[in-house]
């Protein structure tokens, strides 16, 4: 099953505001180290996780900033619960895994930007994709016309449904701050898109993995795994992953300034999300 939103729905809204929350952290404290996860469940959120950053911050700002951007009729329904444990050293381990199928992303990003296009009307849509079947809910419920939908929608069978008992969590990815771990899952999906977009598979699926510290992870002791079929053997495919990416940290951070990053923007405007950074080398076929 494809599930999708418009951009101030579902996972979307969970992954933006962890986003938010991670920058406005490291903007107090900018050295803080932060592992955070957002839980939406309709009526309110709920923001768990860690910080070293001893500063409390007002969570219910950021997403009232959010709302108040694109639909201020919101900013009195913003509930927020924060149990971030701030001022608490904290380590990670790194291990990965991503998953990426060429024909479903391809198809994700048509409904992404249907669904946010919904949005700019006032649509807050929730879309369920199931055998040529897609089901739909709004989380803020609007007088709407079936064969509205329809015709947004001209490929499916549309049926609604009622999604009000779903819980939507963000990725990992959008709760880490802007060091450390996070840099390794830039990378892994900077891998998926290159084997997907030289066509040496049509899913990716991945997983990198090291018990040492981050410091003293390269090319060389790294711990990487392909596990969907390609054009060539995944060992020979493996090697030269090795030897085409940076693994080293000292060099991911010069190819990406997570600090620059604009997830709303991302998410709102339905582009890749790490196409355009650079540093990728071009593959060598043997």
Known sequence: MIE???FLSGKNLCNIFADLVVKKINEVTPDAKTQITVIN???FFIVKGVTTSDSVINLSDILSGIYKKYDSELLNKVRVIDTILYNKEFDLNLNINFYEDKKNKSLISNLYKTCNDLQNEGFYITVKLNNGILFYDFEHEKDFDPSYIKEKFPT???IKDDFSQDIYTSEEIYGLSNNGIKYY????RKISYNLLSRDFSKITDISISSELKLNYVDAENINLKLNNKSITDNNV??????DNFNFDISKLEKEVDFNDFDVLKSISESSYLWKNFTGTKDFILL
């Open 237 to 242: 495919l493996e090697s030269l992953i090795l």
């Open 4 to 6: 999708v939103s418009s």
């Open 41 to 43: 469940v309709r009526n």
């Open 185 to 188: 899952h830039f990378l892994i």
């Open 156 to 158: 499916y069978t549309c």
